[in-house]
């Protein structure tokens, strides 16, 4: 299965690398292409909130997608789901599905007083990993340190690993809801 991974708009992150370790992750993946950036839709802005939908940027990266293969949209805005009660969101993917968009934009320590070194791209890994995740069918896990479980502050990203739970990884393991 093929992974492609697409900027959305400005997003300082160390793409291949990223990809590299995401193909590691997935058992499922055996070929990764790194995309030419695509734009923000301008739909996409939600004024009110400054922030974009992460709905509308899922919709873009849905409507490119093909039969084989994921993708995972990257992005430096902040993201919000529109008519939902959550102040932001770090990503957003189908579930099961092909597509998942994750936002660094909070992930970044510096918006936390934090010194960086590693922890951003930490961070941005596993995001990835859980939105991927969610594209195979997986939900959100009850295990605080299963990186399917679900993140309501940057608390909760700094808490879990960045791998599955046992659980999970035979919920993968078995192929269901790809």
């Known amino acids: 299965m093929l992974l492609r ?14 990809g590299n370790l995401l193909i590691g992750r997935f058992t499922h993946f055996s070929k990764l292409k790194v995309e030419k950036p695509l734009n923000i839709p301008e739909s996409a802005y939600v004024a009110e ?7 509308s940027i899922l919709d873009l990266l849905s409507g490119i997608s093909r039969p084989g293969e994921k993708i995972l949209g990257i992005t430096g805005v902040d993201l919000c789901v529109r008519g939902s009660n959550l102040n ?12 998942a968009v ?14 960086n070194g590693d922890l951003f791209f930490e961070r941005v890994v596993k995001e990835c990993v859980h939105e991927l995740g ?8 009850r295990s605080p340190l299963c990186v399917m479980n679900f993140s309501n502050s940057i608390i909760d990203v700094d808490r879990k690993r960045d791998d599955f739970c046992e659980s999970c990884r035979r919920f993968l393991s078995a192929g269901e809801g790809i």
Do not use: M, W
Request: proline fraction near 5%.
């Open 134 to 141: 969610h594209t195979f069918g997986l939900r959100h896990c």
């Open 49 to 55: 909130r400054r922030q974009h939908d992460a709905g």
């Open 88 to 99: 932001f969101v770090f990503g957003l993917a189908h579930c099961p599905g092909r597509a």
């Open 5 to 18: 991974l697409f900027p959305v708009g400005d997003v300082k992150v160390e793409i291949n690398r990223l």
């Open 102 to 115: 994750v936002s660094v934009f909070r992930l970044n320590p510096e918006l936390y007083g934090q010194k």
